[in-house]
């Protein structure tokens, strides 16, 4: 290799990474505090590399760079940044230590918790001041290595014909780990089971399409790795919120066969299964998580960006010694008030949607990521450009809208584009269906219906505000009644209590607050047992919560397992559980094959239906003359919902009745009943064809409506009276 530097860099000073050129590479850093900074060349074993140093000129505008010719894609490499060792003032640069750069495209090796890795001095529990001297061993052996990964030769994304671009009126989001998802999957060669490869594989996404969803969101894929007090009890980061990479694809989800090739592999790997999703008619949806870092707290590792310049991309107090702002509950939080980190966000971004060929990102904690010197700003930086980048044009982007810090719940407020994560609708549906009940039982009052009837109809109250008003319609409203964090919706029938021992933390850990039910006995129920009767009530229960999700208005997000009852054994915070409690398990037993094909059941009625599918909000008005109203809200004998029993805690049984404009004239009747005892109901509709039952949450499985058509039961007159089950759903249509 020559040894010919060109110094600044051919591709612009914010470029920054590490680019392939004809002769060799370009590389960028960002570090505008550091007084020289390094680039490092390693060979040789991951544990006990051999280094070249090349300096880097600058800084101009923050930016260190240089064009280094005969480097080639395949090579290892890293970053030393000298400066100051001043930690009361942020600074906390020490060149002994080798960092891995922001915008590296692949890394290799793992991240050791040994006291090499940290930037001031650790004993050996690696315990010690985080003020005191810096430590002075190297670090190159026990950190990760970039890689130097081309991207030019590749093709671009999907072609816009060959991508699914499925409409928000007809998305139905499918929570997954990636690893989770089919590490159990018995009809997966083992060399695929937890893999990239895995996701695409035909069993998978012929489950995926039997059921119904539109759209898999992936928990983390970057490149993550664990947090120190989870190695010392020997778990590990499961979900992946702890981000070493922002650009390059976590490696343990690709094949054995695609690491042992390399990050190039890796990269492929992934890129085929968004391909062959695509094939599939399956949007790809990354979980990203920008609003803080792998390196925790000031006492954390010194891997990266804390390196590279701490007081420039973490947000600090201002203070004297300087502590850093942790809005984010991980310890660190980066500083959104640098152009530097905003564009960071947006090139990884761009990466994902140009190179990788993704449909769209769900933000974790997005709240951090507006937030200004004054607290969140819908007009802040990061999110102006995101929802106007030109490679973001048509993808979905998804807020989680709230963060740890001041003012940090701001559901419904996040500008247009953006949908959000609707936490009051899985409040709501939990109350209505589970928490209400429990307390019902005891005697205890319960919520109001109508603030069940609001989620149903797409939370307005929430997402109907801005400019113009109404504008950003109930699709913004991303309804989940379960997520990767809290309880399954088969432990929410079945636990009051976390049982979340096995993270190691004597159950701290976890919400409290689930609005869960189990039914009278906590946790599972053998059919010999005194208490079996109860499992049929469980049973219902889930049904009622999944028809709600799924028959509500907005836009449905399903946690991946909870179509077959997926359990964690009470565990509310799996996050450290890489094992059984995690991986969704598809030995499905006849009741869970019964839930799938009800989940089936009602995500066709959703798609077949245009009245379960509104696109703007309601008005309670005609949307064409001469057509019914658009919503109508009705009590058990029929008449129309007035001010005063929207306000009664005794009611618990409603009608809601939606129709869809002309061409499609079609009408849906849901029927819910909340209460402990069975209810009559005189079916709301006025003139018209009979109402054809559709569902029914006392149903088993949906084969049962052959049942009921022969007995008689299935076609009911309007104005026919009807007995509702006690804690019991049920689904009417127009024949």
Not at 325 to 334: E, I, P, S, Y
Not at 438 to 456: I, N, S, W
Not at 644 to 649: C, I, K, L, N, T
Request: net charge negative; hydrophobic share 40%; with cysteine.
């Amino acid at each position: 290799m020559s040894d010919t530097v060109t110094t600044g860099p051919r591709r612009g000073p914010y470029c920054l990474g590490v680019h392939v050129t004809d002769v060799g590479i370009d590389v960028a850093v960002l570090a505008p505090h550091a007084v020289a900074v390094e680039l490092c060349l390693l060979d040789g074993p991951l544990d006990a590399p051999t280094e070249r140093r090349v300096p880097l000129s600058g800084p101009h505008l923050g930016v260190w760079s240089a064009s280094v010719p005969g480097v080639r894609p395949g090579q290892r490499y890293g970053l030393r940044a000298h400066g100051p060792w001043e930690p009361a003032y942020g600074l906390r640069y020490n060149p002994a230590k080798l960092l891995v750069d922001p915008y590296a495209r692949g890394l290799v090796g793992e991240l050791r918790y040994v006291p090499e890795t940290y930037g001031h001095v650790v004993g050996d529990d690696l315990v010690g001041d985080p003020y005191g001297p810096r430590d002075e061993r190297d670090s190159a052996g026990h950190v990760p290595h970039g890689v130097v990964v081309d991207t030019r030769a590749l093709p671009g994304p999907d072609p816009a014909a060959n991508r699914p671009w499925t409409p928000w009126s007809r998305t139905v989001v499918y929570e997954a780990h990636t690893k989770g998802l089919t590490r159990l999957h018995p009809d997966l060669p083992p060399e695929l089971r937890g893999t990239y490869a895995g996701l695409a594989h035909p069993a998978v996404v012929a489950h995926l399409l039997g059921l119904g969803v539109t759209a898999v969101e992936l928990l983390p894929v970057h490149a993550f790795t664990s947090e120190t007090h989870l190695v010392e009890k020997g778990l590990t980061n499961y979900w992946g919120y702890s981000t070493l990479g922002f650009f390059a694809p976590h490696a343990a989800y690709a094949t054995a066969a695609a690491r042992a090739a390399g990050p190039a592999a890796v990269l492929d790997e992934l890129r085929a299964t968004v391909h062959a999703l695509h094939e599939a008619g399956l949007e790809v949806l990354l979980d990203v998580v920008y609003n803080h870092t792998c390196e925790g707290g000031l006492p954390g590792q010194h891997v990266s960006w804390r390196g590279l310049d701490d007081a420039y991309y973490y947000t600090h107090d201002g203070a004297v010694p300087a502590t850093l702002v942790d809005v984010t509950g991980t310890g660190n939080t980066l500083n959104f008030r640098r152009t530097g980190v905003v564009a960071m966000t947006l090139d990884s971004l761009r990466y994902w949607a140009d190179v990788v060929g993704v449909d769209g990102f769900r933000f974790d904690l997005a709240v951090t990521l507006g937030r200004s010197t004054d607290g969140f700003r819908q007009d802040h930086a990061t999110l102006v450009a995101a929802a106007t980048d030109p490679s973001l044009a048509g993808l979905k982007l998804i807020a989680e809208p709230w963060d740890v810090g001041p003012g940090g719940w701001r559901t419904g407020q996040f500008p247009a584009p953006f949908a959000e994560w609707n936490d009051r609708f899985r409040n709501a549906v939990r109350s209505f269906w589970l928490a209400d009940p429990g307390r019902a039982a005891h005697g205890l009052p319960g919520h109001r219906v109508r603030d069940l009837a609001t989620r149903l109809a797409g939370s307005v109250d929430l997402f109907g505000h801005g400019t113009p008003p109404l504008g950003r319609g109930p699709y913004a409203s991303v309804n989940y009644v379960t997520a990767h964090d809290g309880f399954t919706l088969a432990d929410l029938v079945a636990y009051e209590h976390k049982h979340n021992a096995a993270n190691g933390e004597q159950n701290r850990d976890g919400s409290d607050d689930n609005r869960s039910w189990n039914h009278g006995v906590e946790g599972p129920v053998q059919r010999d047992s005194p208490a079996a009767d109860i499992v049929p009530l469980r049973r219902r229960s889930i049904r009622n919560l999944f028809a709600t999700l799924v028959l509500a208005t907005g836009t449905p997000m399903i946690t991946a397992g909870d179509e077959t009852g997926r359990t964690q054994r009470g565990n509310n915070n799996a996050y450290c559980q890489d094992n059984e409690i995690s991986w969704v398990s598809w030995d499905l037993s006849p009741w869970r094959t019964d839930l799938l094909a009800t989940a089936r059941h009602l995500l066709a009625l959703r798609r077949d239906h245009a009245a379960l599918r509104t696109s703007t909000f309601y008005t309670g008005r005609p949307r064409t003359d001469g057509a019914p109203p658009d919503l109508g809200w009705y009590c058990p004998d029929g008449a129309p919902f007035d001010h005063a029993r929207w306000h009664d805690a005794g009611i618990r049984t409603f009608q809601m009745l939606r129709s869809a404009a002309p061409p499609d004239d079609d009408q849906v009747l849901l029927v819910v009943n909340g209460a402990l005892d069975a209810v009559h109901v005189e079916l709301a509709g006025g003139a018209g064809e009979p109402w054809t039952l559709a569902w029914d949450s006392v149903w088993e499985r949906p084969s049962e409506v052959s049942t009921a058509a022969i007995s008689g039961g299935l076609h009911q007159a309007v104005g026919t009276m009807t007995t509702m089950e006690p804690l019991s759903m049920r689904v009417y249509v127009r024949p």
